[in-house]
């Protein structure tokens, strides 16, 4: 398995501009979670989603963000407009339920940079 | 909200010598995950804690659960550099999510 696929690996843009991250979960993994992580704030869950339906945003920062699952092998995480403080990597993750485990798989990450 | 504490959250130790890292979290929870960063890179499973009194051992990495105590501790043996990484534990709640700790920033000098 490819594990946890995400796209582009780093992002450089200026403040004002669209940005969208690409994940592409574990085949078979039915949750997937985006986070951000910075050394500020360490690793924050922005928000998550369980068989396609987003289950808790409570993490996402603004309405600048936002994130969608149009099937169960692709999700996005969309920054409109973005601001240098956005400056972070996202790292996208699945799951699925093994017993009581949930072990999250993460992918490479996206590094962000607002300039 | 659950709340997950890491100490130290710095920890720089010499080759050969023994350390414990520390996890205490807020709610019950009988589930909970190493996982590993090397700078740059993404964060890697290590263990795996699924009941109190859990223990799990790979190389010189050993990870113990008390939920009693509400605390994990990840012993590190006879350090090695290539130990040296940073290191995250994580709760799970009732449902799936994870609230993961601070981090433990390890450096093993020669």
């Known amino acids: 398995d490819a594990g946890v696929i995400q796209s582009p690996r780093h992002e450089v843009t200026e403040m004002g501009q669209e940005v969208t991250l690409r994940c592409k979960p574990i085949?078979?993994?039915?949750?997937l979670f985006w986070y951000r992580q910075t050394m500020m704030r360490g690793l924050e869950l922005l928000i998550y989603?369980?068989?396609?339906?987003?289950?808790?945003d409570s993490g996402m920062p603004e309405d600048r963000f936002s994130a969608k699952m149009p099937n169960a092998s692709f999700s996005t995480l969309k920054i409109q407009p973005s601001e240098p403080r956005d400056s972070a990597v996202y790292f996208c993750?699945?799951?699925?339920?093994?017993?009581?485990?949930?072990?999250?798989?993460f992918g490479p990450g996206t590094r962000l940079t607002v300039t | 909200e659950l709340k997950v504490e890491q100490n130290p959250l710095f920890l720089s130790m010499q080759e050969g010598k023994n350390y414990t890292i520390y996890c205490n979290y807020s709610?019950?929870?009988?589930?909970l995950y190493w996982y590993r960063q090397d700078p740059g890179k993404s964060l890697e499973s290590l263990f795996v804690?699924?009941?109190?009194?859990a223990v799990k051992q790979e190389g010189r990495l050993m990870a113990s659960l008390d939920t009693k105590a509400r605390l994990s501790t990840l012993h590190i043996t006879a350090a090695v550099h290539d130990l040296s990484a940073t290191y995250f534990c994580?709760?799970?709640?009732?449902?799936?999510?994870?609230?993961f700790g601070t981090g433990t920033s390890l450096t093993v000098i020669p």
């Open positions: 993750a699945s799951s699925r339920p093994r017993g009581q485990i949930y072990e999250q798989y």
């Open positions: 085949s078979g993994h039915n949750s």
């Open positions: 989603f369980n068989n396609n339906v987003p289950i808790d």
């Open positions: 709610t019950t929870s009988d589930r």
């Open positions: 804690l699924l009941s109190n009194g």
């Open positions: 994580a709760v799970q709640n009732t449902g799936n999510q994870f609230y």
